[in-house]
Nanobody, 117 residues
Framework: QVQLAESGGGTVQAGDSLRLSCVASGGTFTQYAVGWFRQTPGKEREFLAHVWRSGSSTYVAESVYGRFSISRDNARNTVWLLMNNLEPEDTAVYFC??????????WGQGTQVTVSS
């Protein structure tokens, strides 16, 4: 069963870009569709983006469409979330997940992104 570890968070200025990474270990990465959510205190997790197992198809939430993109490299067991033109409202903890056909869902520990105005 795969384990996920995010990295790449930090503090940036509004308008900056940031790329988050999520590396999988301990399982077969290609069995999992993967994606990203984010969460701020007192709110539910917000879905951001999803990429299917082969990497050929992606889906990005309307709320971040045009600013965020997702990609994966199965040879490197890695999924990325590229975030452009960041806004203070993007401040959150960002989580990656892995989904094996809906019956095995894995989460990373999260990485903090803070966007200052």
């Amino acid at each position: 069963q795969v384990q996920l570890a995010e990295s790449g968070g930090g503090t940036v200025q509004a308008g900056d870009s940031l790329r988050l990474s999520c590396v999988a270990s301990g399982g077969t990465f290609t069995q999992y569709a993967v994606g990203w959510f984010r969460q701020t205190p007192g709110k539910e997790r917000e879905f951001l983006a999803h990429v299917w197992r082969s990497g050929s198809s992606t889906y990005v939430a309307e709320s971040v469409y045009g600013r965020f993109s997702i990609s994966r490299d199965n040879a490197r067991n890695t999924v990325w979330l590229l975030m452009n033109n960041l806004e203070p409202e993007d401040t959150a903890v960002y989580f990656c997940y892995g989904d094996h056909r809906g019956w095995d869902i894995r989460w990373g520990q999260g990485t903090q992104v803070t966007v200052s105005s």
